[in-house]
């Protein structure tokens, strides 16, 4: 399919470069009239799932990379651009844990999505951009829409982790070893 898509790229800058200004110009309105009808096709298809009952269907629809351009590039999307940012986080996570890192969403704004990576690449740098090119794919796959990706690198806490925060102590007992009182 991404083959097909540079085709039509392709072809479509060919229409572009047309000498002919008035075929030049038939030849796009022909394709704007295209895309509207298959715009008005999709809305009509997410909406009658979406009314009958449909939320998951229209879920899925979403979920697939192909269909989830077109609703794109028809302004359909159900989710919006934050979901889908947050989705694909949620999806690199593991991979990024495995390499003992960790991603945020620090914001959305002006149609770029600040990031923040944590301990990413355990201290090797050719591993901090693997990783970091694996979170900005991830996402812009997710929100091709976006006109950008920024990353920064999260800072290191200082000294021994706080590790009593995350296990309650009960009355009496001593610290966790590495705690503090």
Do not use: W
Request: glycine share 10%; with cysteine; hydrophobic share 50%.
């Amino acid at each position: 399919m991404r083959e097909r898509v540079a085709q039509v790229a392709a072809l479509l800058a060919a229409v572009e470069a047309l000498p002919d200004p008035a075929a030049r110009s038939t030849a796009a309105e022909a394709v704007q009239g295209i895309l509207e009808l298959y715009g008005e096709g999709l809305a009509r298809i997410l909406a009658s799932a979406s009314q009958a009952g449909g939320e998951a269907l229209v879920e899925a629809l979403a979920a697939d990379e192909l269909v989830s351009h077109l609703l794109l590039l028809h302004g359909l999307h159900p989710l919006d651009v934050e979901t889908r940012v947050r989705r694909a986080l949620e999806e690199v996570r593991p991979y990024l844990a495995a390499h003992g890192g960790d991603v945020a969403l620090v914001s959305v704004e002006n149609g770029v999505a600040r990031l923040r990576l944590a301990g990413s690449g355990n201290g090797c740098p050719s591993s901090a951009v693997t990783l970091k090119r694996a979170v900005e794919e991830a996402v812009l796959q997710a929100a091709p829409d976006l006109e950008g990706v920024e990353t920064a690198e999260m800072a290191e806490p200082a000294g021994r982790p706080i590790t009593f925060l995350a296990r309650p102590r009960t009355a009496g007992a001593a610290p966790a070893a590495g705690g503090r009182p």
